[in-house]
């Protein structure tokens, strides 16, 4: 079946601008996930959904980031007034339900870059 | 504060050699340990998940160990192939928020013909 999906794959924007990024979780998948990776490093938590109730906003960086689920499936990622140093790859992850051991399946990732 | 440690950052080995990547941890309490690959370009693929319980978890030729005690892990590739070059992450989650994965730097893997 298809995995998780993500548009666009790259957005270059410039500072200041607002960008929104679109993940399709799998099908069926309660919990929904957002990470930023920075260049060579490995991916940080930033926000946790479960259906359409946002958990846990505790990594989110800053007031510009906002994350919403609406109906319970697709999320978007909104950062406004883009800084440089949100430049990195915006990755989204589902699981079916919340547990120890259940597996959090990701999708390619957003690179944003701002100029 | 990194509390997730890898090492080594990086290394190069010939195509069917075997290899060892190493993990340290200071997540407490721990929940559960898991190992990703990351292909360039790519999300994170799950090879093995371990609980405090568990010793030693395979996928095919991947063999993931734990010791909960000295927090350290470590994952063990055999007869590597070229498709085994990616960046291999270890991922540790507390128990009281293990939906929240934390990622260490990785070690990126090349393997040479």
């Known amino acids: 079946g298809a995995g998780v999906s993500q548009s666009p794959r790259y957005k270059v924007a410039k500072r200041g601008q607002d960008v929104a990024l679109r993940c399709d979780p799998i099908?069926?998948?309660?919990?929904l996930f957002w990470y930023q990776q920075a260049l060579g490093q490995g991916p940080e938590f930033l926000t946790y959904?479960?259906?359409?109730?946002?958990?846990?906003k505790s990594g989110l960086p800053s007031d510009r980031f906002f994350a919403e689920r609406p109906e319970g499936s697709v999320s978007t990622l909104k950062i406004q007034r883009t800084q440089q140093e949100d430049s990195a790859v915006y990755l989204c992850?589902?699981?079916?339900?919340?547990?120890?051991?259940?597996?959090?399946?990701f999708g390619p990732g957003t690179r944003l870059l701002v100029l | 504060k990194n509390q997730v440690e890898q090492s080594p950052q990086s290394l190069i080995i010939l195509e069917g050699k075997n290899c060892t990547l190493q993990?340290?941890?200071?997540?407490?309490?721990?929940?559960?340990l898991r190992w990703y690959k990351q292909d360039t370009g790519r999300g994170p693929v799950s090879l093995t998940i371990?609980?405090?319980?568990?010793n030693t978890k395979s996928n095919g030729r991947y063999t993931a160990t734990l010791d909960a005690d000295t927090k350290q892990s470590s994952l063990h590739i055999t007869a590597s192939q070229l498709s085994d070059s990616a960046s291999y992450i270890c991922?540790?989650?507390?128990?009281?928020?293990?939906?929240?994965?934390?990622f260490g730097s990785g070690t990126r893997l090349l393997v040479r013909p």
């Open positions: 992850a589902s699981s079916l339900v919340v547990r120890a051991k259940e597996t959090q399946y």
């Open positions: 099908s069926g998948h309660v919990s």
């Open positions: 959904f479960q259906n359409e109730a946002q958990l846990d």
């Open positions: 993990c340290n941890y200071t997540v407490s309490p721990f929940s559960n």
């Open positions: 371990m609980t405090f319980s568990e």
């Open positions: 991922v540790v989650s507390e128990r009281d928020s293990s939906y929240k994965l934390i």
